[in-house]
């Protein structure tokens, strides 16, 4: 068995678990946190990273860990975990589809695999920059659209204007078929399985943009940051099809 064979097949098992608390909670009565950032937090993504981060530090002890909700466990490794245990709590809570569990592994800083896992749905999106598979079937972007008759997601639109400059983002609304705020994670699995052409995120942290940088990537699409850069590197996501990424830079620049 390939070393990426034996962490694919350990991510399954990272997302089943998780899976298993999540779908437990999901549209019950949930107690609401905020964290220091006003942003919520339920028992349900406490006690999915819980279990994610116990399985790693059992199989794989010598591996580094970077969750949302629990912080860094063995900083300086070669591989790291960096988990986002349900990206989309806010769509969770009000028993919204659109979220998902991100799992990423890097290697010396890199990401060479990625997970969105929709436990609702059944929908398990793994991506290795090579290629990436919904339940085992290969999928890719949508490389047949032109800008006006494309489907453009984003997660939350007053989050452009305090992050980017919204007259620019208006613009490249104003020149798309249709734009929906079908966001988060799930907006990132609609692009790499050719269900919608382009998500952008104004602002984003790094357990948001690891995991979605193999799964983009491999489904034939291009992913960077507002400006083109390095996504990893950087603040903000836009993924798209190679056709049309270019252009919604430009447009948004």
Request: aromatic share 8%.
């Amino acid at each position: 068995m390939s070393e990426l064979k034996e962490f694919k097949d350990f991510s399954k098992i990272l997302s089943i678990e998780s899976g298993k608390i999540i779908k437990k909670y999901f549209r019950t009565s949930l107690n609401i946190d905020s964290k220091a950032d006003n942003s919520p937090v339920t028992i349900a993504d406490k006690k999915s990273e819980e279990i994610m981060r116990e399985l790693i530090m059992k199989h794989f002890p010598n591996h580094g860990i970077l969750g949302e909700e629990f912080g860094e466990h063995n900083k300086n490794t070669e591989y790291k975990w960096i988990l986002d245990p349900i990206d989309g709590t806010k769509s969770f809570i009000h028993g919204m589809i659109t979220f998902g569990t991100l799992i990423a592994l890097t290697k010396n800083g890199n990401p060479i695999l990625g997970i969105i896992n929709q436990p609702v749905t059944n929908e398990f999106l793994v991506g290795d920059n090579k290629s990436t598979k919904l339940n085992g079937e290969l999928v890719n972007v949508n490389e047949n659209k032109s800008l006006d008759s494309a489907l453009l997601l984003t997660t939350d639109y007053l989050n452009v204007e305090k992050y980017q400059d919204i007259e620019k983002f208006n613009r490249l609304m104003h020149k798309v078929k249709l734009i929906r705020t079908w966001g988060n994670c799930y907006g990132y699995s609609m692009v790499a399985t050719g269900m919608a052409d382009i998500m952008i995120d104004p602002i984003m942290s790094i357990w948001d943009t690891a995991a979605l940088i193999p799964i983009i990537t491999g489904a034939g699409g291009i992913i960077t940051d507002y400006q083109g850069n390095d996504p990893m590197k950087g603040e903000s996501i836009i993924a798209a099809s190679k056709n049309l990424h270019s252009t919604v830079i430009d447009i948004l620049n």
